[in-house]
């Protein structure tokens, strides 16, 4: 499906969004708000996605500056929660369109935890990630709700804009980076379960 014909669902906001909190092994454990569990640093289920086009390039996108953590700071294609009930494969599927106006099949291909604290609002990411990627060829169309900006790059690029400027990206962005990437495409991913 190309960008103009991806239906876009409404977003919800952040303060009404439930998301799944999970133990160390991704077991549910109950739900809470988006907004509740990155004030108390609780391990939720999240997951992010790597978009590669035909030539290599990974698309990053800008948090937009109006979002309540980590915002206008580089990362991964599109992040995002599972909803209460909602399979993380189809919620990487929703949130992409909602992101970035587009769908296209995913593959999931690993999975890990961390945690950061953004400085600036104080909130914590605590997630128990999983790691989808896919291909595209086109022209995202991004909701300016949640993109600031957007861009194809290569691998190479990335690597030396991260060691260059680390607080220009995101916390989780840096650490697929380091944990993902042998080499300068999406063949060299490696799995590190």
């Not at 995101?170 to 495409?185: H, S, V």
């Amino acid at each position: 499906m190309d960008a103009a014909s991806a239906p876009v669902h409404p977003l919800t906001r952040d303060e009404e969004e439930q998301v799944v909190c999970v133990d160390r092994y991704d077991r549910m454990q109950g739900a809470a708000s988006k907004l509740e569990v990155h004030r108390q640093g609780l391990l939720h289920r999240a997951f992010s996605i790597l978009v590669f086009n035909d030539r290599q390039e990974l698309l990053l996108q800008r948090r937009a500056d109006c979002k309540y953590h980590f915002a206008g700071r580089w990362s991964n294609t599109c992040c995002g929660h599972p909803r209460p009930g909602e399979g993380t494969d189809a919620a990487a599927i929703r949130r992409l369109r909602e992101e970035l106006g587009f769908t296209v099949p995913l593959r999931e291909h690993q999975q890990l935890i961390y945690r950061a604290r953004d400085p600036v609002s104080g909130l914590i990411e605590h997630e128990y990630l999983h790691v989808f990627h896919g291909t595209f060829t086109g022209e995202p169309v991004p909701s300016p709700n949640e993109v600031g900006a957007w861009r194809w790059t290569s691998i190479l690029e990335v690597r030396e804009d991260l060691a260059g400027s680390p607080d220009a990206f995101t916390p989780w962005f840096a650490l697929l980076m380091d944990r993902l990437f042998e080499g300068e495409g999406p063949d060299v991913i490696r799995d590190v379960g």
